[in-house]
T-cell receptor
């Protein structure tokens, strides 16, 4: 089992739709969580951190469920520019610092 | 502010040749990471440094790969000899104390 698992997609949605991605992690010692966005042939960039209380940034909402060991990303009112790959990232400190990236979920938003 | 700088941006070489990738992290960051990304395997952590010291190199695929960080502002990833299966995009990233990682633009390596 992979340490961080995501549905690879692709998710094909129309503009204006709401879309949700989930990510599960296996290491219960994981301490910090992030969503990154990666555009085609570009580097990954931080989209948002994920806090235990959940957090919202405009059309984007991230939530963490420690008991079930998953994080989620909700995108409301999808825009064409949201088309990208979304990477789930988990940091754990288990005798050493460890960062694991999920394989990513591809999103295509169509007009 | 300048972000993470990587060079070259593209590298095409022949099997058996030595390849050296370079990275300049963001000033003040104490962690530096080298990643490799392919369609098949996604983003893989190869090695990371803290205060110029290699901490975990368990992701380095084999002895053909080596990485150094002689000072806080420079790191290299070397492949010798290179093989076609090393073809990938290599990213360098840096951060401060385990926080958000900032990635460079990557080096697209093709080994013929």
């Amino acid at each position: 089992r992979k340490e961080v698992e995501q549905d690879p997609g692709p998710f094909n949605v129309p503009e204006g739709a709401t879309v949700a991605f989930n990510c599960t992690y296996s290491n219960s010692a994981s301490q910090s969580f992030f969503w990154y966005r990666q555009d085609c042939r570009k580097e990954p960039k931080l989209l948002m951190s994920v806090y235990s209380s959940g957090n919202e940034d405009g059309r984007f909402t991230a939530q963490l469920n420690r008991a079930s060991q998953y994080i989620s990303l909700l995108i409301r009112d999808s825009k064409l520019s949201d088309s990208a790959t979304y990477l789930c990232v988990v940091n754990a400190y288990t005798g050493g610092f460890k960062t694991i990236f999920g394989a990513g979920t591809r999103l295509f938003v169509k007009a | 502010d300048a972000g993470v700088i990587q060079s070259p941006r593209h590298e095409v070489t022949e099997m058996g040749q030595e390849v050296t990738l370079r990275c300049k992290p963001i000033s003040g960051h104490d962690y530096l990471f080298w990643y490799r990304q392919t369609m098949m395997r996604g983003l893989e952590l190869l090695i990371y440094f803290n205060n110029n010291v290699p901490i975990d190199d368990s992701g380095m695929p084999e002895d053909r790969f080596s990485a150094k960080m002689p000072n806080a502002s420079f790191s290299t990833l070397k492949i010798q000899p290179s093989e076609p299966r090393d073809s990938a995009v290599y990213f360098c990233a840096s951060n401060m104390g385990g926080g958000t990682q900032y990635f460079g633009p990557g080096t697209r390596l093709t080994v013929l």
